[in-house]
């Protein structure tokens, strides 16, 4: 019983990680392509500032989860660490994309929107990596 709780709540705190994740490099799409709109600008940066706050509580909480169902519950395999390393590259890009947002709210630059669009596809594939190793358990 308390294994599936652990577990659910891992799988709902990093279902909404994963929301900012994918969220916060469109939002950094459209404060580039607002121009010097103050309102536009404005709105966007409240979203980004807090979602990016909301994301990082988000995966302490699915990390504290995860660590308990880790240690109490002796999760392991090649795959996990796998996981895990799939899991740091989100985390660095979720960073980075922060770092962009908070650089920008200071008044510099943001690369093209074309680059940010192209940008915001890749914590797909790395999501797609996780969740392939959590179900297929491939090593």
């Given at each position: 019983?308390?294994?599936?709780?652990v577990?659910?709540?891992?799988?709902?705190?990093?279902?909404?990680?994963?929301?900012a994740v994918?969220?916060?490099?469109?939002?950094?799409v459209?404060?580039?392509?607002?121009?010097?709109e103050?309102?536009v600008?404005?709105?966007?940066?409240?979203?980004?500032r807090?979602?990016?706050?909301?994301?990082?509580?988000?995966?302490?909480?699915?990390f504290?989860?995860?660590?308990?169902?880790?240690?109490?519950?002796?999760?392991?395999?090649?795959?996990?660490h796998?996981?895990?390393?799939?899991?740091?590259l989100?985390?660095?890009?979720?960073?980075?994309?922060?770092?962009?947002?908070?650089r920008?709210?200071?008044?510099?630059?943001?690369?093209?929107?074309r680059?940010?669009?192209?940008?915001?596809?890749?914590?797909?594939l790395?999501?797609?990596?996780?969740?392939?190793?959590?179900?297929a358990?491939p090593?």
């Amino acid at each position: 019983m308390a294994y599936f709780l652990v577990k659910s709540l891992h799988v709902l705190f990093v279902m909404a990680w994963v929301a900012a994740v994918f969220y916060l490099p469109r939002i950094l799409v459209n404060l580039a392509e607002a121009g010097q709109e103050p309102a536009v600008r404005g709105r966007l940066e409240l979203m980004g500032r807090r979602l990016y706050k909301f994301g990082h509580v988000m995966f302490g909480l699915a990390f504290i989860c995860g660590l308990v169902l880790w240690l109490a519950f002796h999760i392991s395999g090649g795959w996990l660490h796998a996981k895990l390393g799939l899991v740091v590259l989100l985390l660095a890009f979720y960073v980075w994309t922060g770092r962009m947002l908070k650089r920008s709210m200071a008044g510099g630059a943001l690369p093209k929107a074309r680059s940010l669009r192209w940008l915001n596809e890749l914590p797909i594939l790395l999501v797609l990596g996780v969740i392939y190793l959590v179900l297929a358990k491939p090593f």
